[in-house]
């Protein structure tokens, strides 16, 4: 589902040249759960934010569902995320003046997906939100909003689903009920987020430890449901481990 090749990135400020990724090379199968973990500013969400093509890489290619999107252009790449990608962002970026109900739908209508719409009642039952569909997101719990989040991230059936902090602006109620929703992806969808919270890296496939733009070690949880984990053991770029602390939400 998803293949890093050398992955770079910097950025230039002034005359100094800042490299936030350096030389990733991963791999993700189908329905597999990839959890990206490490400290603050160690390139965690610039990764996932060039995975789900969200950003460009500075060098290196980006391969997605078996597309080479490291060339596509601006309209062809937000086409190929709206059809094929789901994200749930941290802050959920709901449209205020949309109801539940209308922000699922809203990227099956950007995509002209008609076929896809009549998902989104059946997705927001899923998620336990069928009562208020016709709510607005000022009416809704930080829970609620992070559900109605995950309803529109599934309303195209995407084959890969990217996750920033699902749960670091939840309580520790709401946010169980988000991680059983995400788990329930893994069905049908890759699963990639990015946490500092190590109770849910340890439900993932694989946890890849990042620390200054570097994979420093790959964890191996359990066997991947595709059968192609990689290695068997752990594997270390160099010594030590990194410190993940959870973080405390709110409602």
């Known amino acids: 589902m998803i293949e890093l090749q050398r992955i770079g990135k910097t950025f230039q400020t002034g005359d100094t040249t800042l490299t936030v990724l350096h030389e990733i090379d991963l791999q993700v199968g189908a329905q597999e759960f990839i959890a990206i973990t490490g400290p603050s500013g160690s390139g965690k969400s610039t990764l996932l934010g060039i995975m789900a093509g969200l950003d460009r890489p500075s060098r290196g290619r980006v391969i997605l569902d078996h597309v080479d999107i490291t060339d596509l252009s601006e309209s062809e790449l937000a086409l190929f995320r709206g059809r094929r990608l789901g994200f749930v962002f941290q802050s959920f970026q709901l449209i205020p003046t949309l109801t539940a109900l209308e922000n699922v739908r809203v990227p099956a209508e950007l995509c002209r997906l008609p076929e896809k719409l009549k998902n989104a009642e059946n997705l927001l039952e899923r998620v336990g939100l069928k009562d208020r569909a016709h709510h607005y997101p000022t009416q809704l719990s930080g829970g609620e909003m992070?559900?109605?989040?995950?309803?529109?991230?599934?309303?195209?059936?995407?084959?890969?689903?990217?996750?920033?902090?699902?749960?670091?602006?939840?309580?520790?109620?709401?946010?169980?009920?988000?991680?059983?929703?995400?788990?329930?992806?893994?069905?049908?969808?890759?699963?990639?987020?990015?946490?500092?919270?190590?109770?849910?890296?340890?439900?993932?496939?694989?946890?890849?430890?990042?620390?200054?733009?570097?994979?420093?070690?790959?964890?191996?949880?359990?066997?991947?449901?595709?059968?192609?984990?990689?290695?068997?053991?752990?594997?270390?770029?160099?010594?030590?481990?990194?410190?993940?602390?959870g973080k405390k939400g709110k409602r």
Not at 156 to 164: S, V
């Open 146 to 245: 992070q559900r109605v989040a995950i309803a529109r991230a599934l309303i195209t059936e995407p084959a890969i689903i990217f996750a920033d902090e699902p749960t670091g602006n939840l309580d520790s109620s709401n946010g169980q009920k988000i991680v059983e929703l995400l788990l329930e992806t893994t069905r049908s969808s890759a699963l990639v987020l990015v946490t500092h919270n190590p109770a849910l890296a340890g439900l993932a496939d694989r946890e890849i430890r990042l620390r200054d733009g570097h994979i420093v070690e790959t964890i191996v949880k359990k066997k991947s449901r595709t059968g192609s984990s990689g290695p068997s053991k752990p594997g270390r770029k160099k010594a030590g481990k990194t410190a993940i602390k």
